[in-house]
Every structure is written in structure tokens, then in C-alpha cells.
């Protein structure tokens, strides 16, 4: 039995809190005296956290249960996921309510006699309840898209709310699920009424209230400085590591950190070690020794090729996907056709898990550096781009995408860097056959595309053409009649669609005088999941490539390890092009077995593989390394070797510091 414990507080203290001056902790009566809370001025306060904790502790049991079958199940693992997620809801939570004690610390207790004081309290509880669920609700889709918590992706939704309000208009009963949630957060607010406004009539000082103010505003400031969003980092499976975390604080980190210093949260070696790791791995002599960066001669062995370049970069396309690859699923028909008339790319791995990584690596052919992806940050113009080679070589230089361009910054990226930009803007209503959130049906973009290029062919110069495609990207909508698949009922029907749209616009391609003397190449932006049992399952980076020219290109399969920022200068060089790079890829026709190797991502993670061993190198400056299992995206940790750690670290920390120094500009 406790024994009776006597404590004295003021009264105005006592009768807030609804406690005698002298209290009896008895076990009998602890549940009496956690009520009295509260019956206090301050008692909505613990209403408030209470009730967000409740949200995030039933969003993390729904989503453990979805990812039942991938999660590490240990009582271990249960009690990180469960406490660790609890001291996150707290943080979460002392933010949440910063605007309600401060409201019940400004208005004296007579102000709340009023009616609309009621009104008042009693609204803001409504718009805390229906944003909870509606976060929960959100944090489903998220979670059943990405396998994450909120991240940069969610972050960037926010900005581009035209598109993401459309597909989220086109993909759920959007008006029926509102509709519910005002009418559930409206309910249980009236629930609630008595508890969130009647203790607010107990009086109380000015004086005590800001006791009890600054009281509560210790705990948002020091989770501000002192809790770190990797403290949930803890576990090599990855479900466990996300569960343990909080949606609403992790978009509150994402939001304020966007972009990652890799020098000051990263490992680093000397910067002229670095570059001499680089310079031998690309097996090149710098143009100018005394300077730090890529610049070296790239001399072809023959004259060159004048030939058009299609890059067609299909949105969300694994490998998975594909016949080529052993899909039985018969969804790609025209891809696999092509790739056994063209060269195969069998083992080719995409820098990262957005269509801004993979624009990057097609574009700069540099390793992804972290945080927000370059084609979205300040003082990226006038780089050094594929674009801008072709240009220099007297080419047409294009970008064509199928949706509004200023998505993802992609106009204002493209258009300064060295291509000549087309957008959906181009199409009169007419031409546009079937039109989603994200962009026009792929059918009508390629018809974009070939009259963009005709015009080229007229005009005596030869092309280079980017083209994006749209179709493969939730809602999965597109045209009835073309596919033995309805629209608008999931993933595979979406694939076969835009397989449909790329075997189209071959065969009308082929009607074309300048088929002949052009080169195809059909390559993933990034996979179509990248939720995986660990932190970067590189199953879930792997992405087909077919490079098709009849008159040119034998068909066969390349079978080397090949990164994505590699395909810019492995066209260049099957063109004979004799340029200055400054390129990090390199021509993978030329390359020696040792010189094999990819980079893997998240906007934090920055993986390479080598060796059939992935470095992983995260912020706190910690690197590990692991044996992947390439077909099932686990893996096992391995002891390190200094020099493959090295090289991991000198082809990041290179490509972080050219771009901010401005080294990779033209």
C-alpha cells in the first residue's frame, strides 16, 4: 500500500485543478485524481494530446497490420514501434497545441462565460478532430503508395496541389469520404463538449497562467533542439523503423529540411582524395590537373554518327513489368517485342524513387545528391547536360512531356539547362483523345512528339528528343478500346496502356524518312514501388532499357552492371561523339568490369553497389555495408572495406560539392 502523501498548493492552484489543499494518493482513488486533471482551466490541453495520440496509436496498429507480412515481428520490434511511436505522438502533439494554450492563456475566465467563447473552443476542437482523421486517412494512401511515412514526396504534394487534388479526385469517392468525416469529427466533438469548455469557467491568474504557459512551451522547444528525427532508426527492417515514427512530425522535418548539406551530415574524405579517386575509377586525365572537378576529353575512335536521339523515359516502369524479365503476365507485348529486336539492358538500376531523379540522371548524369532532387533547387541553370552536348553538336535539343510542365519544375529546369521545352500546352482540345490530373493519355503525347520532330526533319537538323511519358501513374487512367484492360482498375492496365502508346508510336515512327537514321531509347524514370524490408531494397531499383535501331543496333542483351546516370554518355558514345565532359556516368561500351557500379537513393540513403556489395552511407556521417540479395531486395550486413567505402563517399561528396560550387556548370 502507498502510504498518505501531503502536499500543499496554493488555492487558486487547488481549485483550478479541482484538488483539495491537502490530497490522499490512494490507489482506490488514482482514477478520481487523474480525472480531476481535467477539471482544470488547462484541462482541453490533455483533451487535445490525448486525442492525437489515440489517432496516431490506431493509424500505427492499421498500417502494422497492412504491413504484416514484411514486418520483423519481435516483441522487440513491438516495444520500439510502440514506445518510440508514443514519444513521437508527444512531440507531435506539444506543437499541435501551441494555438490552444495560448488561447487559454491570453482571455481572462470571464471572457469564457460568453456564448461565442464556446463557439470558439469548441471549433477549434472540430478542426483538430477532423484533421486527425483526415490525416490518418491520408497517411493510409501514403503509406499504401510508398510504404513511408510522410517524406519530401509528401511535402512536394503540397505545392503542386492542382495535380495532386486531381488524382486524388480521379482515384477515390473524395465528396461520400468528406462527407463522413465532418459528420464523425462533428459527433464526436459533441461528445467532447462538456470536457473542452466547462473547466475553462474555473478562474484562474494571470500569473498562474503564464506559470503554466511557459510550462507547456518547454516541451515543443526542447523537442525543436533536442529530439533527432533518426532516433526511430534503430532496426535494419525497415517497417519497423517507419511504424515507430509519427506522420505529422515526419512531414514537420521534411518541410524544414529539404536539402541536405552533405558535407555537414554526411561521411567525407579529403577533397583531392576524392577527386583522384574519381579520376582514376573513370579511367581519365583532367583537362586541367590544377582544377576540381570532371572536366576531361572524350575522343572517339571514329567519325561521328549524325543520328537523331528518341530517349522515351516511361513513368513508374519496373523491370517487374516486363516478359523480358520473366513477367507472365503478357502486359507488355510491344516492349518485349522491341527488346528482342534491340539491345536489352538486363541489369541497369535507377538512381532513385521519383520522376525528378530520374529526369536528373538522364539529364546531368550525375550521382543523386541528398535532399531535394537538383531539377527543383535554386541556381541549377546552365549546367552541363546531355541537352546541352547535342545542342553544341548542332542538334535540336528537346523536352516534350505530356503534363503541365511547371509540375516539378520541369520547365524552368529543362529550358535553362540546354533543351527546348513542349508541354501538354502545345495540344489544342482536339488532338487530346483522353486527359487525366497528370497529363494527357501517352498516345496523345507521342502524336506531340512526331509532329514536334517533323518539324526538325524539315527544317535539315538533326534531333535529340527527351520524352516523358504520364499514363503509368495512379489513377491508371486512359482510353477505353485500346487495351483488353478496362481503365481506371489498377497498375497492370496502366502498364499495358502505355506499352500500347510506346508500340504505336514505333510503327508510325517507321513511316517516317528520318527512322532510319534514328536511335530509340525506352528507359524507366524509376520503379514503380520502392517500399521494401530494408532501408534500400535494390530489387525495387531495377528498370529496363531497350536500345532499338534496326539499320544500326544488333539485337542482344548487356548484361553489366549499369547505373542510370551512365545512359547519357553510353548514347554519346555509340554516336562517336568527341566531346568535354563533365559527366560522372560513363560510356558502359567502353567500361571495364572493374569500373562497374550503380547508385541506389532515397532523398537521405545514398547507396552503391559494386562488387555485388551496397555501401550505404546515411546523415550523422554513418556508412555500412551490406551483400544485397538482387532479386528479393534483402540484405545482410558485412564488414567494410575501406576503399569501397571510399569510393562511395568520393563520388557523392564530389557531385554534392561541384554543384554548389558551381563546378558543374557549363
Given at each position: 500500500m502507498l502510504k498518505h502523501t501531503n502536499f500543499r498548493i496554493s488555492s487558486e492552484f487547488d481549485d483550478s485543478f479541482g484538488l483539495s489543499a491537502?490530497?490522499?494518493?490512494?490507489?482506490?482513488?488514482?482514477?478520481?485524481?487523474?480525472?480531476s486533471l481535467f477539471q482544470c482551466r488547462f484541462g482541453p490541453v490533455l483533451v487535445a494530446v490525448i486525442l492525437l495520440c489515440t489517432a496516431s496509436l490506431l493509424t500505427r496498429i492499421s498500417l502494422l497490420v497492412y504491413s504484416s507480412a514484411s514486418f520483423e515481428w519481435s516483441l522487440t520490434n513491438l516495444l520500439k514501434v510502440f514506445v518510440i511511436g508514443l514519444f513521437y505522438d508527444l512531440a507531435a502533439a506539444s506543437?499541435?497545441?501551441?494555438?490552444?494554450?495560448?488561447?487559454?492563456?491570453?482571455?481572462?475566465?470571464?471572457?469564457?462565460?460568453?456564448?461565442?467563447?464556446?463557439?470558439?473552443?469548441?471549433?477549434?476542437?472540430?478542426?483538430?478532430?477532423?484533421t486527425l482523421i483526415f490525416n490518418a486517412i491520408s497517411e493510409w494512401i501514403f503509406w499504401e503508395e510508398f510504404s513511408v511515412r510522410y517524406n519530401f514526396i509528401a511535402v512536394d504534394y503540397l505545392v503542386y496541389t492542382t495535380e495532386v487534388i486531381g488524382n486524388i479526385r480521379q482515384s477515390y469517392p473524395v465528396i461520400p469520404i468528406l462527407t463522413i468525416l465532418l459528420v464523425l469529427s462533428a459527433f464526436i466533438t459533441y461528445l467532447l463538449r462538456k470536457k473542452v469548455w466547462e473547466s475553462t469557467l474555473i478562474p484562474m491568474r494571470f500569473a498562474n497562467r503564464s506559470k503554466l504557459l511557459l510550462l507547456f512551451l518547454i516541451a515543443p522547444i526542447a523537442t525543436y533542439f533536442l529530439v533527432s528525427h533518426n532516433w526511430k532508426n534503430h532496426s535494419r527492417n525497415q517497417y519497423v523503423n517507419e511504424l515507430s515514427g509519427n506522420g505529422m512530425y515526419d512531414f514537420g522535418f521534411a518541410f524544414w529540411h529539404n536539402e541536405l548539406d552533405y558535407d555537414t551530415f554526411y561521411k567525407t574524405i579529403p577533397l583531392e582524395k576524392a577527386l583522384s579517386i574519381i579520376r582514376k575509377d573513370l579511367n581519365f586525365l583532367p583537362v586541367n590537373l590544377r582544377n576540381r572537378n570532371t572536366i576531361r576529353n572524350i575522343k572517339a575512335d571514329w567519325a561521328e554518327k549524325r543520328m537523331n536521339v528518341i530517349l522515351i523515359s516511361v513513368e513508374s516502369l519496373s523491370a517487374e513489368f516486363l516478359g523480358s524479365y520473366g513477367n507472365t503476365q503478357g502486359i507488355t507485348p510491344n516492349l518485349d517485342s522491341l527488346a528482342k529486336e534491340g539491345?536489352?539492358?538486363?541489369?541497369?538500376?535507377?538512381?532513385?524513387?521519383?520522376?525528378?531523379?530520374?529526369?536528373?540522371?538522364?539529364?546531368?548524369?550525375?550521382?543523386?545528391?541528398?535532399?531535394?532532387s537538383i531539377v527543383k533547387r535554386?541556381?541549377?541553370?546552365?549546367?552541363?547536360?546531355?541537352?546541352?552536348?547535342?545542342?553544341?553538336?548542332?542538334?535540336?535539343?528537346?523536352?516534350?512531356?505530356?503534363?503541365?510542365?511547371?509540375?516539378?519544375?520541369?520547365?524552368?529546369?529543362?529550358?535553362?539547362?540546354?533543351?527546348?521545352?513542349?508541354?501538354?500546352?502545345?495540344?489544342?482540345?482536339?488532338?487530346?483523345?483522353?486527359?487525366?490530373?497528370?497529363?494527357?493519355?501517352?498516345?496523345?503525347?507521342?502524336?506531340?512528339?512526331?509532329?514536334?520532330?517533323?518539324?526538325?526533319?524539315?527544317?535539315?537538323?538533326?534531333?535529340?528528343?527527351?520524352?516523358?511519358t504520364v499514363s503509368n501513374h495512379r489513377p491508371y487512367t486512359y482510353p477505353e478500346g485500346r487495351i483488353d484492360i478496362p481503365s481506371h482498375t489498377g497498375r497492370e492496365g496502366a502498364v499495358k496502356y502505355t506499352d500500347y502508346a510506346i508500340g504505336r508510336f514505333i510503327r508510325e515512327a517507321k513511316l517516317k524518312r528520318w527512322f532510319g537514321n534514328t536511335l530509340f531509347v525506352i528507359v524507366a524514370d524509376h520503379c514503380a514501388s520502392s517500399a521494401?524490408?530494408?532501408?534500400?531494397?535494390?530489387?525495387?531499383?531495377?528498370?529496363?532499357?531497350?536500345?532499338?535501331?534496326?539499320?544500326?543496333?544488333?539485337?542482344?542483351?548487356?548484361?553489366?552492371?549499369?547505373?542510370?546516370?551512365?545512359?547519357?554518355?553510353?548514347?554519346?558514345?555509340?554516336l562517336n561523339f568527341s566531346y568535354q565532359s563533365k559527366f560522372f556516368g560513363q560510356d558502359v561500351f567502353k567500361m571495364k568490369d572493374q569500373q562497374q557500379r550503380a547508385f541506389i537513393s532515397t532523398y537521405q540513403s545514398l547507396g552503391y553497389l559494386k562488387n555485388n556489395k551496397l555501401i550505404i552511407l546515411d546523415p550523422n556521417k554513418k556508412s555500412n555495408t551490406f551483400t544485397p540479395n538482387f532479386k528479393t531486395g534483402a540484405s545482410k550486413v558485412i564488414p567494410s572495406e575501406s576503399w569501397l567505402t571510399d569510393e562511395a563517399v568520393a563520388n557523392y561528396q564530389l557531385a554534392s560539392y561541384l554543384y554548389s560550387s558551381g563546378g558543374y556548370h557549363q
Open positions: 491537502r490530497m490522499n494518493i490512494k490507489p482506490m482513488n488514482i482514477f478520481k485524481k487523474l480525472n506543437y499541435a497545441i501551441i494555438p490552444l494554450i495560448l488561447y487559454l492563456w491570453i482571455f481572462p475566465s470571464r471572457w469564457y462565460s460568453k456564448k461565442i467563447s464556446k463557439i470558439l473552443i469548441l471549433a477549434y476542437f472540430f478542426v483538430v478532430i477532423f539491345l536489352l539492358f538486363t541489369n541497369l538500376y535507377a538512381s532513385g524513387t521519383r520522376t525528378v531523379r530520374g529526369l536528373e540522371a538522364l539529364s546531368l548524369c550525375i550521382p543523386p545528391t541528398p535532399g531535394q535554386p541556381n541549377n541553370k546552365n549546367l552541363f547536360t546531355l541537352g546541352s552536348v547535342f545542342r553544341s553538336k548542332g542538334y535540336s535539343s528537346r523536352f516534350i512531356y505530356g503534363g503541365y510542365g511547371y509540375f516539378d519544375n520541369m520547365n524552368e529546369f529543362f529550358s535553362q539547362n540546354g533543351y527546348q521545352v513542349t508541354d501538354r500546352n502545345a495540344l489544342s482540345e482536339k488532338e487530346i483523345h483522353y486527359e487525366n490530373t497528370w497529363g494527357v493519355a501517352d498516345e496523345d503525347l507521342f502524336t506531340l512528339s512526331l509532329r514536334e520532330l517533323d518539324k526538325d526533319y524539315k527544317s535539315k537538323k538533326p534531333f535529340f528528343a527527351h520524352i516523358m521494401g524490408k530494408v532501408e534500400l531494397p535494390v530489387d525495387k531499383y531495377h528498370i529496363p532499357m531497350i536500345i532499338y535501331s534496326p539499320a544500326h543496333i544488333k539485337p542482344g542483351k548487356f548484361e553489366k552492371l549499369v547505373a542510370q546516370i551512365d545512359i547519357g554518355p553510353s548514347i554519346l558514345g555509340l
